[in-house]
Nanobody, 112 residues
Framework: QVQLVESGGGLVQPGGSLRLSCAAS????????LDWYRQAPGKQREWVAR???????TYTDSVKGRFGISRDDAKSTAYLEMNNLKPEDTAVYYC??????WGQGTQVTIFT
């Protein structure tokens, strides 16, 4: 059974930083692309970033230059480094890979 567990969310002020983690089990993580998504209150879930199994990365325009996605295959874990956070980044963040169901996500709240 493929399982993804997100962690690392929290409450930060605008301009702050957080590092999210996504721990995978039940798969050979090395050969999977992995995506981060987020869902803000009252909005649809949106794609945020992707890292391929080869390490290539892509981002949605709103986070380019502020977020960084990475992976540690030895730990079967992916990360989302988020810097210069803005109130509009407030959302529940999820990671996703093929074969895995949506997890519980981790809440990120940017407050003034």
């Amino acid at each position: 059974q493929v399982q993804l567990v997100e962690s690392g969310g929290g409450l930060v002020q605008p301009g702050g930083s957080l590092r999210l983690s996504c721990a995978a089990s039940g798969i050979d993580f090395r050969f999977n692309d992995l995506d981060w998504y987020r869902q803000a209150p009252g909005k649809q879930r949106e794609w945020v970033a992707r890292i391929t199994w080869l390490g290539s990365t892509t981002y949605t325009d709103s986070v380019k230059g502020r977020f960084g996605i990475s992976r540690d295959d030895a730990k079967s874990t992916a990360y989302l480094e988020m810097n210069n956070l803005k109130p509009e980044d407030t959302a529940v963040y999820y990671c996703k890979t093929i074969g895995a169901s949506w997890g519980q996500g981790t809440q990120v709240t940017i407050f003034t």
